[in-house]
């Protein structure tokens, strides 16, 4: 069986139970329809007013991001960090490229003078977990202990989840 928008929340809630400082926000769930990234961080900045807000995206959905609904409105609302796994490199076209390097901070501590429209690319280390492969490991009656929470395992075979 597959999981809901609502089990997937749920999941979620239980992985950061013990890390009180990070927060959920359920507004594409509720949204219904379409989600477009524009419309999410117009919700968050008209929340956040000036302080800074960051998106973080891996390299790949960057070099795509000039295909994303109003891509260039996303650098009026926030700053984006795109995160660099060892083996992967920008592959931006021509506009977007020139669009990010016109961007580019040299580190994150630089985000905090602005609350929006800076970029920073930071190399981060490859952890080989991907949903999918969870959900394979499920699907096989093996266990997935060590790549998600326990709490996360006990809500999987609660509600018989990713089962064949």
Request: some cysteine; hydrophobic content about 45%.
């Amino acid at each position: 069986t597959f999981s809901t928008p609502a089990q997937r929340l749920e999941m979620l809630d239980r992985a950061l139970r013990a890390h009180p400082d990070i927060g959920i926000d359920d507004r594409e769930l509720r949204r219904g329809g379409p989600s477009w990234m524009v419309d999410t961080l117009s919700g968050f900045r008209a929340r956040c007013g000036a302080q800074p807000l960051v998106l973080i995206i891996g390299q790949d959905a960057a070099n795509g991001l000039d295909g994303w609904r109003e891509w260039r409105r996303l650098f009026e609302l926030a700053h984006i960090a795109v995160m660099c796994r060892p083996g992967s490199a920008p592959a931006y076209a021509e506009e977007l490229g020139a669009e990010i390097n016109r961007r580019q901070v040299s580190g994150v501590a630089a985000l905090h003078d602005a609350a929006a429209g800076g970029v920073v690319s930071m190399e981060i280390s490859r952890l080989d977990i991907a949903s999918t492969a969870i959900r394979a490991l499920v699907a096989e009656g093996r266990s997935p202990l060590y790549l998600t929470p326990r709490s996360v395992i006990g809500y999987i075979r609660e509600h018989g989840l990713y089962a064949c």
